[in-house]
């Protein structure tokens, strides 16, 4: 999805990831000329570093990726704002989040929910209008729009949406 829909592999781009997952975060090390950090609070990470108050200069990141977080963060709004502060004009935050499709808006919990990992919200079908207010264009891509039944069958790869938050700026 990402080959096809960004060009987030490209030599000479800033690519920052946080809660990186080992994998990934090995292959993205592995590419020549790819700049890329991971941080976290917590876990494995090349450096350690807050969402809410990122270390990062402003409109210096070409790609920012944040993969089942944001449902673990209480300020999600100010990540958010975190996030788009670092993207260089035209650049691109890539989000996935568990979302309840049946549910129209967010729920926001009391406290984290030890049944659902920890999570201090389930997010919505309104989880684009989040990133929208934050700033972002926002556009929803599934690996059902670039690879066919059988491949996504083969790998167990899931349908649900991965989104694409661009900050305006350069086109």
Known sequence: LLLTRTDLFAP???????APMRGFEALLRAQPGLDYVSFD???????????TAMRYATDSVDYFLCFHV?????????????????????GTAVFQVPVD???????EYDA??????????????????HLA????????????DTLDDATIARFGLSREPVFLG???GHD
């Open 12 to 18: 000479g781009r800033r690519v920052v990831e946080v």
């Open 41 to 51: 609070l917590e876990r494995h990470a090349m450096e350690r570093g807050d969402i």
């Open 70 to 90: 944001l449902e673990h963060i209480p300020d999600a709004v100010t990540a958010l704002a975190e996030i788009h502060r670092v993207l260089a004009p035209g």
């Open 101 to 107: 499709w049946s549910a129209e808006r967010t729920r």
């Open 112 to 129: 984290p929910d030890p049944r659902d990992v920890g999570h201090v919200r389930q997010y919505g079908a309104d989880f684009p209008d």
């Open 133 to 144: 207010w934050a700033g972002f264009l926002v556009t929803g891509v599934s690996v059902a």
């Open 166 to 168: 661009r900050k305006p």
